[in-house]
Protein backbone atom coordinates (compact mmCIF):
# COMPACT_ATOMS: atom_id res chain seq x y z
CA UNK A 1 0.00 0.00 0.00
CA UNK A 2 1.49 3.21 -1.08
CA UNK A 3 2.48 6.14 1.36
CA UNK A 4 -0.07 8.73 -0.17
CA UNK A 5 -3.33 5.86 0.13
CA UNK A 6 -1.87 5.11 3.75
CA UNK A 7 -1.94 9.42 4.34
CA UNK A 8 -5.70 9.44 3.27
CA UNK A 9 -6.60 6.29 5.54
CA UNK A 10 -5.09 7.95 8.81
CA UNK A 11 -7.12 11.24 7.46
CA UNK A 12 -10.17 9.63 7.35
CA UNK A 13 -9.67 7.44 10.55
CA UNK A 14 -9.25 11.26 11.82
CA UNK A 15 -12.13 12.63 10.73
CA UNK A 16 -14.11 9.87 12.03
CA UNK A 17 -12.66 10.19 15.63
CA UNK A 18 -13.28 14.33 15.40
CA UNK A 19 -16.45 13.89 14.00
CA UNK A 20 -17.65 11.88 16.99
CA UNK A 21 -16.04 13.71 19.76
CA UNK A 22 -18.41 16.56 18.20
CA UNK A 23 -21.49 14.46 17.96
CA UNK A 24 -20.86 13.58 21.72
CA UNK A 25 -20.99 17.69 23.04
CA UNK A 26 -17.21 17.96 22.50
CA UNK A 27 -15.59 21.74 21.86
CA UNK A 28 -14.17 20.84 18.81
CA UNK A 29 -16.34 22.87 15.61
CA UNK A 30 -18.05 20.41 13.35
CA UNK A 31 -16.06 19.79 10.09
CA UNK A 32 -16.68 20.18 6.53
CA UNK A 33 -19.25 17.35 5.48
CA UNK A 34 -18.07 18.00 1.82
CA UNK A 35 -14.86 17.19 2.51
CA UNK A 36 -15.92 14.26 4.43
CA UNK A 37 -17.67 12.58 1.10
CA UNK A 38 -14.73 13.92 -1.32
CA UNK A 39 -12.10 11.97 1.08
CA UNK A 40 -14.72 8.97 1.06
CA UNK A 41 -14.93 9.10 -3.08
CA UNK A 42 -11.02 9.58 -3.52
CA UNK A 43 -10.78 6.48 -1.00
CA UNK A 44 -12.89 4.28 -2.43
CA UNK A 45 -11.12 4.85 -6.34
CA UNK A 46 -7.74 4.31 -5.06
CA UNK A 47 -8.34 1.55 -2.72
CA UNK A 48 -7.43 -2.23 -4.45
CA UNK A 49 -6.65 -5.63 -3.27
CA UNK A 50 -3.45 -6.93 -4.86
CA UNK A 51 -3.85 -9.34 -7.26
CA UNK A 52 -3.37 -13.09 -5.83
CA UNK A 53 -2.21 -15.95 -8.01
CA UNK A 54 -1.74 -19.45 -6.55
CA UNK A 55 -0.46 -22.34 -8.67
CA UNK A 56 0.22 -26.77 -9.20
CA UNK A 57 1.67 -28.77 -11.44
CA UNK A 58 1.63 -32.39 -10.96
CA UNK A 59 0.93 -35.85 -12.46
CA UNK A 60 -1.42 -38.33 -11.95
CA UNK A 61 -0.80 -42.10 -11.85
CA UNK A 62 -4.17 -44.32 -12.18
CA UNK A 63 -4.60 -48.09 -12.77
CA UNK A 64 -7.59 -49.89 -12.24
CA UNK A 65 -6.61 -52.90 -14.09
CA UNK A 66 -9.46 -53.51 -16.58
CA UNK A 67 -12.05 -52.66 -13.28
CA UNK A 68 -13.15 -49.32 -14.41
CA UNK A 69 -16.34 -48.82 -12.17
CA UNK A 70 -13.91 -48.88 -9.05
CA UNK A 71 -13.18 -44.90 -9.86
CA UNK A 72 -16.95 -44.92 -11.01
CA UNK A 73 -16.36 -41.33 -11.87
CA UNK A 74 -12.41 -41.36 -13.15
CA UNK A 75 -11.06 -41.08 -16.56
CA UNK A 76 -9.12 -44.63 -16.37
CA UNK A 77 -5.95 -42.82 -17.44
CA UNK A 78 -3.03 -41.63 -15.97
CA UNK A 79 -2.63 -37.66 -17.16
CA UNK A 80 -0.95 -34.44 -16.47
CA UNK A 81 -2.92 -31.98 -13.56
CA UNK A 82 -2.78 -28.98 -11.96
CA UNK A 83 -4.97 -26.19 -10.62
CA UNK A 84 -4.76 -22.40 -10.39
CA UNK A 85 -6.23 -19.90 -7.91
CA UNK A 86 -6.50 -16.40 -9.00
CA UNK A 87 -8.36 -13.34 -7.08
CA UNK A 88 -8.27 -9.54 -8.51
CA UNK A 89 -10.16 -6.83 -6.68
CA UNK A 90 -8.55 -3.26 -7.95
CA UNK A 91 -12.08 -1.75 -7.10
CA UNK A 92 -14.65 -1.42 -8.81
CA UNK A 93 -13.33 -4.43 -10.50
CA UNK A 94 -13.60 -7.83 -8.88
CA UNK A 95 -12.13 -10.87 -11.04
CA UNK A 96 -11.73 -14.26 -9.86
CA UNK A 97 -10.69 -17.21 -12.04
CA UNK A 98 -10.65 -21.36 -9.60
CA UNK A 99 -9.64 -23.81 -12.34
CA UNK A 100 -8.67 -27.49 -11.25
CA UNK A 101 -7.36 -29.93 -14.05
CA UNK A 102 -7.22 -33.89 -13.14
CA UNK A 103 -7.42 -35.06 -16.82
CA UNK A 104 -8.87 -34.50 -20.48
CA UNK A 105 -12.28 -35.28 -19.28
CA UNK A 106 -11.88 -34.50 -15.18
CA UNK A 107 -11.86 -30.52 -14.91
CA UNK A 108 -13.59 -27.46 -12.92
CA UNK A 109 -13.35 -23.83 -13.64
CA UNK A 110 -15.19 -21.36 -12.01
CA UNK A 111 -14.72 -17.85 -13.23
CA UNK A 112 -16.19 -14.19 -12.57
CA UNK A 113 -16.14 -10.44 -12.99
CA UNK A 114 -17.92 -7.38 -11.29
CA UNK A 115 -18.49 -3.93 -11.75
CA UNK A 116 -19.71 -1.98 -8.54
CA UNK A 117 -22.63 -3.49 -8.72
CA UNK A 118 -23.80 -2.72 -12.29
CA UNK A 119 -22.18 -5.77 -13.88
CA UNK A 120 -22.29 -9.04 -12.40
CA UNK A 121 -20.76 -11.86 -14.52
CA UNK A 122 -20.30 -15.53 -13.98
CA UNK A 123 -19.14 -18.83 -16.07
CA UNK A 124 -18.69 -22.44 -14.12
CA UNK A 125 -18.03 -25.19 -16.37
CA UNK A 126 -17.08 -28.83 -15.32
CA UNK A 127 -15.91 -31.72 -17.68
CA UNK A 128 -16.85 -35.22 -15.88
CA UNK A 129 -16.27 -39.05 -16.79
CA UNK A 130 -18.71 -41.74 -15.91
CA UNK A 131 -17.62 -45.39 -16.28
CA UNK A 132 -20.53 -47.35 -17.02
CA UNK A 133 -21.39 -51.66 -16.62
CA UNK A 134 -21.43 -53.99 -18.82
CA UNK A 135 -23.94 -56.24 -18.07
CA UNK A 136 -23.06 -59.88 -18.80
CA UNK A 137 -25.51 -61.27 -21.33
CA UNK A 138 -23.27 -64.96 -21.11
CA UNK A 139 -25.43 -66.84 -19.49
CA UNK A 140 -28.06 -69.16 -20.07
CA UNK A 141 -31.30 -67.81 -19.32
CA UNK A 142 -34.78 -69.69 -18.28
CA UNK A 143 -36.73 -71.85 -20.98
CA UNK A 144 -38.02 -69.53 -23.64
CA UNK A 145 -35.14 -66.88 -23.36
CA UNK A 146 -32.13 -66.42 -25.09
CA UNK A 147 -29.40 -64.32 -24.19
CA UNK A 148 -27.57 -62.41 -27.20
CA UNK A 149 -25.17 -59.88 -26.49
CA UNK A 150 -23.84 -58.43 -29.87
CA UNK A 151 -20.29 -56.33 -28.77
CA UNK A 152 -19.76 -58.85 -25.43
CA UNK A 153 -16.02 -57.04 -25.20
CA UNK A 154 -17.10 -53.43 -25.52
CA UNK A 155 -16.87 -50.94 -22.99
CA UNK A 156 -19.22 -48.10 -21.96
CA UNK A 157 -18.71 -44.91 -20.83
CA UNK A 158 -19.43 -41.01 -21.39
CA UNK A 159 -18.16 -37.86 -21.20
CA UNK A 160 -20.12 -35.05 -19.44
CA UNK A 161 -19.39 -31.31 -20.25
CA UNK A 162 -21.82 -29.37 -18.61
CA UNK A 163 -20.82 -25.05 -18.60
CA UNK A 164 -23.44 -22.56 -16.67
CA UNK A 165 -23.12 -18.71 -17.87
CA UNK A 166 -24.67 -16.12 -16.00
CA UNK A 167 -24.72 -12.49 -16.41
CA UNK A 168 -26.80 -9.22 -14.11
CA UNK A 169 -26.90 -6.05 -14.82
CA UNK A 170 -28.40 -3.23 -12.41
CA UNK A 171 -29.77 0.25 -13.37
CA UNK A 172 -27.85 2.78 -11.85
CA UNK A 173 -29.31 4.24 -8.72
CA UNK A 174 -32.67 2.12 -9.24
CA UNK A 175 -33.24 -1.44 -8.13
CA UNK A 176 -33.83 -2.95 -11.68
CA UNK A 177 -31.93 -5.89 -12.74
CA UNK A 178 -32.00 -7.93 -16.35
CA UNK A 179 -30.44 -11.06 -15.76
CA UNK A 180 -29.37 -13.74 -18.45
CA UNK A 181 -28.64 -17.49 -17.78
CA UNK A 182 -27.27 -20.52 -19.99
CA UNK A 183 -26.09 -23.31 -19.57
CA UNK A 184 -25.02 -26.29 -21.75
CA UNK A 185 -24.55 -29.98 -21.43
CA UNK A 186 -22.98 -32.36 -23.71
CA UNK A 187 -22.81 -35.99 -23.04
CA UNK A 188 -20.57 -38.75 -25.88
CA UNK A 189 -19.34 -42.02 -25.67
CA UNK A 190 -20.91 -45.57 -25.50
CA UNK A 191 -23.57 -46.79 -23.75
CA UNK A 192 -24.97 -50.42 -23.23
CA UNK A 193 -28.30 -50.61 -25.07
CA UNK A 194 -30.83 -53.96 -23.81
CA UNK A 195 -34.29 -54.35 -25.53
CA UNK A 196 -36.28 -57.62 -26.42
CA UNK A 197 -36.75 -58.76 -29.75
CA UNK A 198 -39.35 -62.02 -30.24
CA UNK A 199 -42.57 -63.21 -29.04
CA UNK A 200 -43.86 -64.99 -25.82
CA UNK A 201 -42.22 -68.38 -25.55
CA UNK A 202 -38.95 -67.43 -28.02
CA UNK A 203 -37.84 -64.35 -26.94
CA UNK A 204 -34.35 -63.03 -27.14
CA UNK A 205 -32.95 -60.03 -24.71
CA UNK A 206 -30.35 -58.54 -27.04
CA UNK A 207 -27.71 -55.92 -25.64
CA UNK A 208 -25.65 -53.79 -28.09
CA UNK A 209 -23.69 -50.91 -27.82
CA UNK A 210 -24.70 -47.57 -28.90
CA UNK A 211 -22.78 -44.70 -29.60
CA UNK A 212 -24.75 -41.02 -28.09
CA UNK A 213 -23.55 -37.30 -28.51
CA UNK A 214 -26.42 -35.59 -26.91
CA UNK A 215 -26.74 -32.17 -26.44
CA UNK A 216 -28.92 -29.58 -24.30
CA UNK A 217 -29.35 -26.48 -24.20
CA UNK A 218 -31.47 -24.12 -21.56
CA UNK A 219 -31.69 -20.56 -22.08
CA UNK A 220 -33.19 -17.84 -19.47
CA UNK A 221 -33.55 -14.24 -20.35
CA UNK A 222 -35.70 -11.76 -17.49
CA UNK A 223 -35.98 -8.82 -14.89
CA UNK A 224 -36.80 -7.99 -11.86
CA UNK A 225 -37.49 -4.29 -9.89
CA UNK A 226 -38.77 -3.34 -6.72
CA UNK A 227 -41.91 -1.29 -7.06
CA UNK A 228 -43.07 -0.01 -4.20
CA UNK A 229 -43.81 -2.95 -1.74
CA UNK A 230 -43.62 -5.20 -4.48
CA UNK A 231 -40.90 -7.26 -5.99
CA UNK A 232 -41.52 -8.59 -9.50
CA UNK A 233 -40.08 -10.75 -11.53
CA UNK A 234 -40.89 -11.65 -15.19
CA UNK A 235 -38.94 -14.20 -17.06
CA UNK A 236 -38.59 -16.37 -20.26
CA UNK A 237 -36.75 -20.16 -20.40
CA UNK A 238 -36.26 -21.98 -23.87
CA UNK A 239 -34.85 -25.40 -23.72
CA UNK A 240 -33.83 -27.72 -26.38
CA UNK A 241 -33.03 -31.41 -26.82
CA UNK A 242 -30.80 -32.71 -29.80
CA UNK A 243 -29.96 -36.16 -29.40
CA UNK A 244 -27.46 -36.23 -32.48
CA UNK A 245 -26.95 -38.95 -34.72
CA UNK A 246 -28.04 -42.57 -33.83
CA UNK A 247 -31.15 -41.42 -32.09
CA UNK A 248 -32.81 -44.63 -33.46
CA UNK A 249 -32.39 -48.03 -33.36
CA UNK A 250 -33.56 -50.56 -36.13
CA UNK A 251 -33.70 -54.77 -35.65
CA UNK A 252 -35.64 -57.20 -37.81
CA UNK A 253 -38.65 -58.65 -35.73
CA UNK A 254 -40.16 -61.50 -36.40
CA UNK A 255 -44.30 -61.64 -37.21
CA UNK A 256 -47.02 -61.51 -35.15
CA UNK A 257 -50.77 -61.60 -34.99
CA UNK A 258 -50.80 -57.39 -35.20
CA UNK A 259 -47.76 -57.00 -37.58
CA UNK A 260 -45.76 -58.67 -40.60
CA UNK A 261 -41.90 -59.67 -39.98
CA UNK A 262 -40.07 -56.35 -41.05
CA UNK A 263 -37.47 -54.40 -39.46
CA UNK A 264 -39.11 -51.56 -36.68
CA UNK A 265 -37.41 -48.80 -35.09
CA UNK A 266 -37.06 -48.67 -31.83
CA UNK A 267 -35.42 -47.46 -28.19
CA UNK A 268 -35.87 -44.21 -30.07
CA UNK A 269 -34.13 -40.82 -28.36
CA UNK A 270 -36.71 -37.94 -29.55
CA UNK A 271 -35.70 -34.55 -30.34
CA UNK A 272 -37.61 -31.95 -27.97
CA UNK A 273 -38.23 -29.02 -27.14
CA UNK A 274 -39.99 -26.60 -24.34
CA UNK A 275 -40.62 -22.93 -23.30
CA UNK A 276 -41.58 -21.49 -20.63
CA UNK A 277 -43.15 -17.91 -19.72
CA UNK A 278 -43.77 -16.81 -15.78
CA UNK A 279 -44.27 -13.95 -13.88
CA UNK A 280 -43.42 -13.73 -10.12
CA UNK A 281 -44.45 -10.89 -7.48
CA UNK A 282 -44.43 -10.84 -3.48
CA UNK A 283 -44.42 -8.20 -1.06
CA UNK A 284 -41.48 -7.52 1.86
CA UNK A 285 -40.75 -10.46 3.59
CA UNK A 286 -39.42 -8.61 6.99
CA UNK A 287 -43.33 -7.94 7.94
CA UNK A 288 -45.65 -9.79 9.89
CA UNK A 289 -48.06 -9.89 6.57
CA UNK A 290 -46.95 -11.59 3.56
CA UNK A 291 -48.35 -12.34 -0.17
CA UNK A 292 -46.74 -13.83 -3.09
CA UNK A 293 -48.01 -15.01 -6.60
CA UNK A 294 -46.66 -16.81 -9.25
CA UNK A 295 -48.14 -17.70 -13.07
CA UNK A 296 -46.64 -19.97 -15.92
CA UNK A 297 -47.69 -21.14 -19.25
CA UNK A 298 -45.62 -23.67 -20.68
CA UNK A 299 -45.40 -25.65 -23.86
CA UNK A 300 -43.75 -29.19 -24.97
CA UNK A 301 -43.06 -30.45 -27.78
CA UNK A 302 -41.84 -33.99 -29.19
CA UNK A 303 -40.33 -33.57 -32.43
CA UNK A 304 -39.74 -36.86 -33.19
CA UNK A 305 -43.52 -37.98 -32.83
CA UNK A 306 -45.24 -34.74 -32.96
CA UNK A 307 -46.74 -34.89 -29.92
CA UNK A 308 -47.49 -31.39 -27.52
CA UNK A 309 -48.62 -29.85 -24.48
CA UNK A 310 -49.14 -26.81 -23.06
CA UNK A 311 -49.62 -26.59 -18.72
CA UNK A 312 -50.58 -23.59 -16.63
CA UNK A 313 -49.60 -23.11 -13.40
CA UNK A 314 -51.29 -20.63 -10.60
CA UNK A 315 -49.86 -20.47 -7.21
CA UNK A 316 -50.72 -17.77 -4.05
CA UNK A 317 -49.65 -17.70 -0.79
CA UNK A 318 -50.85 -15.40 1.99
CA UNK A 319 -49.11 -15.56 5.34
CA UNK A 320 -49.99 -13.48 8.44
CA UNK A 321 -48.19 -13.80 12.06
CA UNK A 322 -49.97 -11.70 14.66
CA UNK A 323 -48.13 -13.25 17.23
CA UNK A 324 -44.69 -14.72 17.98
CA UNK A 325 -46.25 -17.90 18.38
CA UNK A 326 -49.00 -17.81 16.05
CA UNK A 327 -48.66 -18.21 12.15
CA UNK A 328 -51.83 -18.57 9.54
CA UNK A 329 -51.59 -18.46 6.00
CA UNK A 330 -53.29 -19.42 3.33
CA UNK A 331 -52.10 -21.75 0.05
CA UNK A 332 -53.93 -21.60 -2.90
CA UNK A 333 -52.53 -23.94 -6.63
CA UNK A 334 -53.74 -24.21 -9.68
CA UNK A 335 -52.83 -25.94 -12.94
CA UNK A 336 -54.37 -26.86 -16.33
CA UNK A 337 -52.82 -30.10 -19.07
CA UNK A 338 -53.60 -29.25 -22.67
CA UNK A 339 -52.26 -32.35 -25.19
Not at 305 to 315: K, M, N, P, R, V
Request: charged fraction near 20%; hydrophobic fraction near 30%.
Amino acid sequence: MGKTLLEKILRLGLLMCLTAVTAVGGELQPFNTAESLALHREFDTQAHHETEVDLSVGYRWLNLDDFTRAGEYQYPHSSFAGSINLDSYPLPHRFHLYSEFLGANNYYGDMGYAYHDLLLFRDIFTGSYHNLDHYDYQQTGAAGINYNDKNPDDLYGTEVYDNILSLRLKAPDFPFHTFLTHRYIQKDGAIQQRYLIGTFGNINKTSSSREIDWRTTDLTLGFNSHLGPLEVEVAHERTEFDPGRNNVLYDAYPIQSTRPADTYPHDVIPETESSLNSVKLHTSYTGGFVASASLSHGNQKNNYSGAQSDTLHGAMDLIWIPAPDLNLFLKYRHQELET
